[in-house]
Structure formats: C-alpha cells, structure tokens
T-cell receptor, first 112, second 114 residues
Framework: QKEVEQNSGPLSVPEGAIASLNCTYSDRGSQSFFWYRQYSGKSPELIMFIYSNGDKEDGRFTAQLNKASQYVSLLIRDSQPSDSATYLCAVAETDSWGKLQFGAGTQVVVTP | SQTIHQWPATLVQPVGSPLSLECTVEGTSNPNLYWYRQAAGRGLQLLFYSVGIGQISSEVPQNLSASRPQDRQFILSSKKLLLSDSGFYLC?????????????FGDGTRLSIL
C-alpha cells in the first residue's frame, strides 16, 4: 500500500513567520511531487510542484525534496492570514498513468 | 488556457434517488480525468479515472459508476444513493502526455443525502 503521510496539525504560525510543512512517502520510485492548498469548503489548488532533489522557490513558497529520505517539504515565508488553509501533499505513483497519492493534509492557522 | 467546469455546486438528494454529476474540460485534448470524494474533514479518495473515451477504471467498489461519453466530458452516476454517499465530489484533469503532470480540480459538488 503506497502511503503519503502528513502531520494533520493544526500548525499555528504567527503572522510574518515561516510555516514549515512536512510530507513523507513510501513509493521509492516516485519522481513527481505536488503541493495543493485547500481553503475550507473549496477545492484544492495547485501551488507548487517539484521533480528534482533540492529546493524550488516560487514567491513566498519553497518546496524541498530529498528522494533518498523520501521526504518533501513546503516552506511558507512571511506567513499571512490568507495562508490559513489545509495543505495537501501529493505524490505521483510509479508506473502509473498520472495517478496521485494524496496525504490527508496539514491545517495551517496564521494568527495576526 | 484550460478550464474545468463541474455542476451542480450543491445538491440535496433523498436516499434511494439517482445521481448524475457532470464535469467538462475546455482548452485541452485527450486529458486524463478523475473523480474524487472528500468526506468532511478527511482526505481525497480517488473513485474513478479515465485515460480516454469509454475507458474507465474504478478504484473503490461501491454503488457509483462513471462514464466518459466524449473526450472532455466525465459523468459520475448512481442508480440509488446511500447515506454514506454524502460528501464533496471533485472532478480533476491532468495532461495525458505524461505521468508526471499535476492534476487540476473543478470547484466541486457538495452532495447531502437525506
């Protein structure tokens, strides 16, 4: 059974601080990794993807990937109240047609 | 640009009634299409996926079915709804050109069974 694990939270972050979200996965052959943001009552929205080991930055978001450790993370710098949401980690299954394994999500609460 | 449309946004149905949810994608050809369900406070559960017209794979045995009558149309159906079918139903698409493509979600249908 391929699994994607995330801390459910809530992760409470002061406004302006860095939020650090972690995700581990069991499929050692996975090559593609995605982060989605889901506001309460809304559908998931893609915010980052990463394919190579190391860091990838996009605005206030940084995704970090370590395939040897089967670990992917998301950093949110200068956290804003509008960042309060559930963040879903998704991992592309090996030898699949595009199927993603989703974690259950980490709830982030940014406090003013 | 590509867009995905899902309707209706909300639906209240009695137990035992039929269901039809529709999803269409614009601006792309030959997409992979997916139906997910998300129970309240829970993660995403993949229900069905399709890599082409008439090609449907089921992930979870249940009283739901899916069809893909056209390249960019995906339909979720049930002949008789159960209370356990309540949830947030999401349609998604990804490019059919590779297995490393992200999925993009529609706005979802919130289904309540009475």
């Amino acid at each position: 059974q391929k699994e994607v694990e995330q801390n459910s939270g809530p992760l409470s972050v002061p406004e302006g601080a860095i939020a650090s979200l972690n995700c581990t996965y069991s499929d050692r052959g996975s090559q593609s990794f995605f982060w989605y943001r889901q506001y309460s009552g809304k559908s998931p929205e893609l915010i980052m993807f990463i394919y190579s080991n190391g860091d990838k930055e996009d605005g206030r978001f940084t995704a970090q990937l370590n395939k040897a450790s089967q670990y992917v993370s998301l950093l949110i710098r200068d956290s804003q109240p509008s960042d309060s949401a559930t963040y879903l980690c998704a991992v592309a299954e090996t030898d699949s047609w595009g199927k993603l394994q989703f974690g259950a999500g980490t709830q982030v609460v940014v406090t003013p | 640009s590509q867009t995905i449309h899902q309707w209706p946004a909300t639906l209240v149905q009695p137990v035992g009634s039929p269901l039809s949810l529709e999803c269409t994608v614009e601006g792309t050809s030959n997409p992979n299409l997916y139906w997910y369900r998300q129970a309240a406070g829970r993660g995403l559960q993949l229900l069905f996926y399709s890599v082409g017209i008439g090609q449907i794979s089921s992930e979870v045995p249940q009283n739901l079915s899916a069809s893909r009558p056209q390249d960019r149309q995906f339909i979720l159906s049930s002949k008789k709804l159960l209370l356990s079918d309540s949830g947030f139903y999401l349609c998604a698409w990804s490019s059919g050109t590779g297995s490393d493509q992200p999925q993009h979600f529609g706005d979802g249908t919130r289904l309540s069974i009475l």
